[in-house]
Every structure is written in C-alpha cells, then in structure tokens.
C-alpha cells in the first residue's frame, strides 16, 4: 500500500522542462484546493447562520455555495488524474 501512494502523480519526465511544470501544476493545484476548503468553510457557516436566523433565501444561496465548492474541490483532486493522462498522451505523440 505504501509504494503505491508513493507511486501516485504526474509523470514530468515526458515532457522538456519538467521542473517549471511540476512547480505550476502543484502551485495551481494548491491554490485550487486551499480555496474550496475556504469556500466550503464560509458556506457552511453562513448556511448555518442563515438557518438559524429564518433567512431561507440566503440558506438556499449558501447552500448552493457549498454544493458548488464540493464539487470544486473534486475537479481539483481529479486535476491530478487528468494531467497525467495529458502527459501520457502527449508522451505517445
């Protein structure tokens, strides 16, 4: 089990100049989930706070908000998967 999550991201060899790559994929990968985490911290509270106060209208938009941000944070975790079958593909080309 622990050589296999030792085994998981990107193959940067496939491609020239692979430490600029790596160094944006991960900054953009990181910034991508730090702020879902953000979004999903700042929705859940003001979906709770809303709740609680009888504004259903503000409930339902955070609420929204929070659907939106999981979501987010799963295409920014499927990032990783994706970018790698794009540098399996360009590596056959």
């Known amino acids: 089990m622990n050589t ?3 085994s998981v991201g990107p ?3 496939a491609v020239g100049d692979s430490s ?3 160094a944006i994929v991960g900054a953009l990968l990181t910034y991508g989930l730090l702020t879902a985490v953000l979004m999903i911290v ?3 509270a003001t979906w709770a706070m809303s709740s609680s106060s009888g504004s259903w209208h503000a409930a339902s938009k955070a609420k ?3 659907f939106v941000a999981v979501g ?3 295409l920014t975790g499927a990032a990783l998967a ?3 079958w794009l540098l ?3 590596a056959h080309l």
């Open 4 to 6: 296999l999550a030792a």
């Open 11 to 13: 193959d940067f060899g």
């Open 20 to 22: 600029q790559l790596r």
């Open 42 to 44: 700042v929705c859940a």
């Open 64 to 66: 929204a908000g929070l």
């Open 72 to 74: 987010g944070a799963a």
């Open 82 to 84: 994706w970018a790698n």
């Open 88 to 90: 399996g593909v360009g």
